[in-house]
């Protein structure tokens, strides 16, 4: 007797199931390609830098001469091809380090341009775009300028080359993911594109790239080709779903010695900063990284293809390339949205048991629902999906630790939505 995870599944179902199975297979294949390359760099750099037991050892109170943490670091940077990195769990969050890397770049009268559009809700908030916080770009002089992008989710180069020239302008950052916006992500060969436009027409700015959802989804990073710093999050891609909190950030040895001290204190900077019990997951996280992000993104790319095959309208494609851990599927209607969501709540393995209820969340300005049943809080390279309750109704996926609980999740929700029982 064969068992098999499809019992109980409407017959129709089980079918388009074998369908897309048989059909996403290669693509599947090139993201094992893809994890073994990235996998093999990791593990020479590990080799390269002798990491052992003793590298796990935690610091405490000012954290100086932390070994375990310096190397690690030194890891980080020589996988992105840069001089320095800051990998820290003082990080809040992506949004912080990112946060901590414009601060430490920009003055008073300085302006931050963003060459990818207006950023999404969180960063807006940094800026002062929305919410108004105290403590915002705005409330401390430091300008904002964008070059919308085209209907088309492309930049806007011809817009962009007048735009640019703005002599205030002292950061240029790309956003890679798509935040809460309708574009497709921006691959790494666009993101080399970007780079080459701006130091072409503004070789004095600092150019920096928010990476989020990004590390380990290419065999190439937006470092390779001369972005100044970048940031990501240990919460999502380069942790693994191991590492508990934190960021990093990546580049030119003197801006991330400014990142430092914005986080810390000028005079200490990165020479100080406990890394407590962390470093043990943050090793074997970025180890597991490469491997993980390629669970991820075969499980995005398996519901591209199942809800495809139910005819909804979903970005990227299952053949298109990736970039990312993120998949958009549209509903065009908030009812099934919200009900697609509760199911991949409902085989989360935490809190299956609640219901998602759209609700205003902080930093964003329409309510918000979302599915998260995360060992980490907030952690999206596990299986999650969050959208805002606004037209076109669009539900954001990501993550997923393993393909099979993505499979299962998105399988199940595909049937709690559109099959009735």
């Known amino acids: ?22 059909k996403i297979q290669p693509r599947l294949e090139e993201i094992d390609e893809q994890v073994l390359y990235n996998q093999q760099r990791v593990l020479d750099l590990f080799r390269k830098h002798h990491v052992g037991e003793e590298d796990l050892v935690p610091s405490t109170g000012y954290g100086y001469d932390d070994i375990g943490r310096d190397k690690l670091e ?42 990818t559009g207006t950023p999404y809700d969180t960063i807006q908030e940094v800026i002062g775009l929305a919410g ?3 403590g915002n770009m705005k409330e401390w002089g430091i300008n904002f300028a964008t070059t919308e992008l085209l209907d088309n989710g492309e930049v806007d180069y011809e817009n962009a080359k007048k735009d640019i020239m703005d002599p205030s302008i002292k950061v240029v950052a790309i956003q890679r993911s798509l935040g809460y916006a309708v574009r497709a992500s921006f691959t790494v060969a666009k993101i080399k594109k970007m780079i080459k436009f701006i130091k072409e027409y503004r070789p004095d700015v600092n150019i920096f790239i928010d990476n989020c959802y990004g590390e380990f989804s290419e065999v190439e990073e937006p470092t390779f080709f001369g972005a100044d710093i970048m940031a990501g999050s240990l919460y999502k891609n380069a942790g693994a779903g191991i590492v508990k909190g934190g960021a990093f950030l990546v580049g030119r040895k003197d ?15 990165k020479g100080e900063g406990p890394t407590w019990g962390y470093m043990r997951d943050m090793y074997q996280g970025f180890f597991m990284a490469a491997h993980t992000t390629g669970e991820a993104q075969k499980g995005m790319i398996y519901t591209a293809a199942l809800c495809e095959e139910m005819g909804m309208n979903v970005a990227p ?21 919200i009900k697609f969501c509760a199911a991949i709540q409902h085989y989360s393995p935490m809190n299956s048991f609640v219901d998602p209820i759209p609700y205003h969340q902080d930093g964003y300005e329409d309510k918000v629902v979302m599915a998260s049943g995360s060992f980490v809080e907030g952690s999206t390279i596990e299986l999650s999906s969050d959208g805002p309750i606004r037209p076109p109704y669009r539900l954001y996926i990501q993550g997923g630790l393993s393909y099979a609980h993505a499979k299962i999740a998105i399988t199940r929700a595909v049937k709690d939505t559109f099959y009735q029982d």
């Open 1 to 22: 007797m064969t068992l098999s995870w499809k019992e109980n599944l409407p017959q129709e179902l089980q079918e388009k199931i074998t369908k897309v199975e048989k």
């Open 255 to 269: 801006l991330i010695e400014g990142a430092g001290s914005r986080l810390t204190v000028p005079g200490a900077g």
């Open 132 to 134: 108004n916080k105290p």
């Open 317 to 337: 494609k299952w053949s298109d390339p990736r970039t990312d851990i993120v998949q958009t599927v549209t509903f065009g209607d908030p009812d099934p949205m």
């Open 74 to 115: 030194a890891i980080y940077a020589d996988y992105f091809k840069v001089d320095d990195a800051l990998v820290r769990p003082q990080f809040a969050s992506g949004t912080h380090a990112i946060s901590t890397a414009l601060f430490s770049m920009l003055r008073p009268g300085d302006t931050l341009y963003y060459l």
